[in-house]
């Protein structure tokens, strides 16, 4: 029970902590998720659990569920918001967490999301509203013995009955690495089907979150408060800011970090695509092509699929003048890669596997940059390349 020595006595109220305190909990592995949430109900006093059960969508509807360590406390339906599961979710949620906070009852809200939902939009929605609300932890739950499996399952969320909506596009493994990699806390069940591989997996993938396990009642619990800041965990998950994981070698996993400072030619990147996507149970990063060197591309590949997207222009691309409007997060991460000619465009890759196979990865990404006789010819001779990836890009 807390006391007097509790940095979360239950007794303080919760507005001279900057507002009710909200820990979202998510993750696809719904048995460690369910339990994370049971563990904290039972160890925090005067907590309290909300979940939004999107599987109900096709009936027009999502139910939400409130309860507490011994007892379901209300039960409700919300309307579906422009036929979006999610979207439902945000508008009833706040509106809740809000009616917490007035009771001045609750010490610390759990938001348990639903399979599919992702932490980050539920996370920024909570913070805007930052004198009343505050987040104070995003937890991941993880069965490690399920994390390979899940990065390796390309398909999609809807034919799993997984989709927040009818256009939702997302893959099992796609949203699985985004819920990973996004959180600051990866709370662990005790798996017995876990094995030394299945841990390394896990600690590469995100090697800066706080492992803590379910079972771990009071360290679970100080993580769940511990806070969280929305801004730089955005950062994280942008392709210009992430600090990309590090080299590393552990129990058959690898780590591999290709970093150059010349510029992809698009075909022969293009033709390798299939072969570099399928060397790694994921892999992500930041690259630039020669016929589009002011455009800073996102790669971003998870159970055999790859996502590329444009992420908005290299800084040295910008006039001087534009720089005060670019975060601090952003220039600081620009000036670890600068170059003297090229600025902050660089290759800046990242794979992570089981049997990972380091030389063959790198001859193969080595190969599609442009040869000595391509790159001497500049930039004018680069932008009239064939645009391969024009296709990719929606251009």
Known sequence: MAGADDPYDPAEPYATRGGLPVAIVGGLHSEAREATVRRLLATVPGSVALHHDLSTAERGTVVRTVRDATEVLSHGEAPLVNDCACCALREDLVPELERLADDGLTRLAIVELWDSVEPRGMAEV????????????????????????????GDDLADAGLAAAASDRRTIADTWARQLEYASVLAVADSPLADDEDRALLAQLHPTARQVPIDGAAELAAAALAGFDVEAAAARQHPACALLPQEADACGVGTYVWHRARPFHPERLYRA???LTCSAARSRGRFWLADRPDTLL??????????????????????????????????AAAALDWHPEHGDRCQHLVFISPGLDREGIERLLDSCLLTD???????????????AFDSLLEV
């Open 126 to 153: 909570v913070a805007a509203y930052g004198e009343r609300l505050t987040v104070t932890s995003v937890l991941t739950a993880v069965d490690p013995a399920l994390t390979l499996a899940y990065l390796g399952n």
């Open 273 to 275: 695509l299939e072969d």
């Open 298 to 331: 996102a790669w971003d590949a998870a159970g055999g699929a790859l996502c590329v997207e444009g992420a908005g222009p290299w800084l040295a691309s910008l006039p001087d003048a534009d720089w005060e409007t670019v975060p601090p997060l952003r220039r």
């Open 373 to 387: 006789a391509e790159y001497a010819g500049g930039r004018a001779a680069w932008k009239r390349l064939p645009p």
